[in-house]
């Protein structure tokens, strides 16, 4: 879905997100401070044990297009609790995805309500972030443990092992934590850039991805 064009002197776009995660579950409450504030809101019923949530990625990739479009702009995504976004991996991977778009978080309830913009480099919005990464930091060095055992597995089977010279650890890394929220492997490749080699700046072929994660999970291909 396109983003509609924006009046002159708009200067903020709320992007709204509800979600509950059993059919009984209601999201009126979610709906009533969302749709005041935001300009447009997209909900839905589904567990966080369901890998892909279809109207979320719906919300993240509005977002983003509004904040290609008008990078003046400060877009928001905006939820009505910090829960709504999911935990653990997940929460990490899209949290970061955020950070490097420029695209800010917003909480209307909870423990940590607020605006966090990660342009803020000295209010409270760096602070979330900078927890946020650190743990982004400690997920990638357990990631980066597995990659280590799953070449090692590889080995010991008589495989080769080791990752294409092409993609580096954290490519590969991020890439794992993509895969284990369940983003598909074509979207996966959109956001994997190769860093050496004579085809630096390019994507990978899928094949080559497919090889890479088989084999830093320890895994056939």
């Not at 892909?52 to 479009?69: D, G, I, L, S, T």
């Not at 909480?107 to 743990?135: C, E, K, M, N, W």
């Amino acid at each position: 879905m396109e983003p509609a064009p924006l009046a002159a002197g708009i200067t903020t776009v709320r992007i709204g997100y509800a979600r509950c995660s059993t059919a009984t579950q209601e999201l009126g409450s979610q709906l009533d401070a969302l749709e005041p504030v935001c300009f447009q809101v997209f909900h839905e019923k589904v567990s966080t044990r369901v890998k892909v949530w279809p109207e979320y990625e719906k919300a993240v990739a509005m977002a983003h297009r509004f904040k290609e479009r008008h990078p003046d702009v400060q877009v928001i995504l905006t939820v009505h609790e910090f829960r709504r976004l999911g935990r653990g991996t997940d929460l990490l991977v899209t949290v970061e995805e955020l950070r490097k778009a420029g695209i800010a978080l917003e909480f209307l309830s909870g423990p940590i309500t607020g605006l966090y913009d990660p342009s803020d480099r000295h209010g409270q919005g760096a602070i979330l972030f900078g927890v946020l990464a650190a743990l982004s930091g400690a997920e990638r060095t357990y990631m980066r443990e597995r990659t280590l055992e799953g070449q090692e597995s590889a080995r010991k089977r008589g495989r080769t092992g080791g990752r294409p010279p092409s993609l580096d650890s954290g490519q590969i890394e991020y890439a794992l934590a993509l895969r284990a929220k369940g983003t598909p492997m074509k979207e996966i490749r959109e956001k994997v850039v190769i860093t050496r080699g004579k085809h630096a700046g390019r994507r990978p072929s899928l094949p080559t991805l497919y090889r890479a994660l088989a084999e830093a999970s320890g895994t056939d291909a």
